[in-house]
């Protein structure tokens, strides 16, 4: 398991993110899927989109 210690390059607003941030670039994500708006108004970040759990659900949906 690689260990994530950097930190990812946010606004100061959002700090609390960070975290999120630095996994998603860290592991390459698809995509990040979160209802916080301070997230959702990133999109795309880094070449990684956020969305909302719902639009997720629904752009993946297989039905």
Same mark, same amino acid.
């Given at each position: 398991? @690689? @260990?994530?210690?950097?930190?990812? @390059?946010?606004?100061?607003?959002?700090?609390?993110?960070?975290?999120?941030?630095?996994?998603?670039?860290?592991?390459?994500?698809?995509?990040?899927?979160?209802?916080?708006?301070?997230?959702?108004?990133?999109? +795309?970040?880094?070449?990684?989109?956020?969305?909302? +759990?719902?639009?997720?659900?629904?752009?993946?949906?297989?039905?």
């Amino acid at each position: 398991m @690689q @260990q994530v210690n950097r930190l990812a @390059q946010v606004p100061a607003g959002i700090k609390k993110d960070a975290k999120f941030l630095a996994l998603a670039r860290a592991c390459s994500a698809a995509a990040l899927i979160s209802s916080d708006a301070d997230l959702l108004v990133l999109s +795309p970040w880094n070449g990684i989109p956020i969305t909302t +759990p719902a639009a997720f659900l629904r752009a993946n949906n297989k039905h």
